[in-house]
T-cell receptor, first 114, second 116 residues
């Protein structure tokens, strides 16, 4: 069975500082990895994905994520946080075979203070 | 592009009543997903349709829950009878086949259900 762990319920960072939201995963075979963001009272929005290729993936709003196969991690990063980045962030994984569906982590609330 | 459209956005009902949630996927998308979000359990996949056919309904909690997709532009999730523990936000998401294969889903705004 595939699974995702987001070890932090909440991450606090000051505006302008770099941010990292952690994610580790477990899946059979090669993983497809994703980050989604959810703003209050909204649906989830796709941020970025890793399918294959370069381990550093760049996505929307200046976010990027690094795939580390040996550590089974896919941490989300941004060099300089904005107050408007405050939201709930979900990491998700699926296997690369058949109709394997996405499994989401529990989410990490990111709070960026002015 | 209208995005995934869900209705109602909010529903308050009493225990034992029937609840029907509706979803219109993005035109041209052939995969549709129903998720449930709660504080305790996070995001749970309830059911997944591909080309209007249910592929995986292992996440449907029990027989009180049923989902249909009569055509490519409409799906329903029904709870009958509803119970307080069904209170949650229910999301519909759609994807084209390439998206489903790689995982990029487009979510609706959700239906917040409160069962008293």
């Amino acid at each position: 069975a595939q699974s995702v762990a987001q070890p932090e319920d909440q991450v606090n960072v000051a505006e302008g500082n770099p941010l990292t939201v952690k994610c580790t995963y477990s899946v059979s075979g090669n993983p497809y990895l994703f980050w989604y963001v959810q703003y209050p009272n909204r649906g989830l929005q796709f941020l970025l994905k890793y399918i294959t290729g370069d381990n550093l993936v760049k996505g929307s709003y200046g976010f990027e994520a690094e795939f580390n196969k040996s550590q089974t991690s896919f941490h989300l990063k941004k060099p300089s946080a904005l107050v408007s980045d405050s939201a709930l962030y979900f990491c998700a994984v699926r296997g690369n075979s058949g109709y394997s569906t996405l499994t989401f982590g529990k989410g990490t609330m990111l709070l960026v203070s002015p | 592009d209208a995005g995934v459209i869900q209705s109602p956005r909010h529903e308050v009902t009493e225990m034992g009543q029937e609840v029907t949630l509706r979803c219109k996927p993005i035109s041209g998308h052939n995969s549709l997903f129903w998720y449930r979000q709660t504080m305790m359990r996070g995001l749970e996949l309830l059911i997944y349709f591909n080309n209007n056919v249910p592929i995986d309904d292992s996440g449907m909690p029990e027989d009180r829950f049923s989902a249909k997709m009569p055509n490519a532009s409409f799906s329903t999730l029904k709870i009958q009878p509803s119970e307080p523990r069904d209170s949650a936000v229910y999301f519909c998401a759609s994807s084209d086949i390439d998206g489903a294969n790689t995982g990029e889903l487009f979510f609706g705004e959700g239906s917040r259900l409160t069962v008293l």
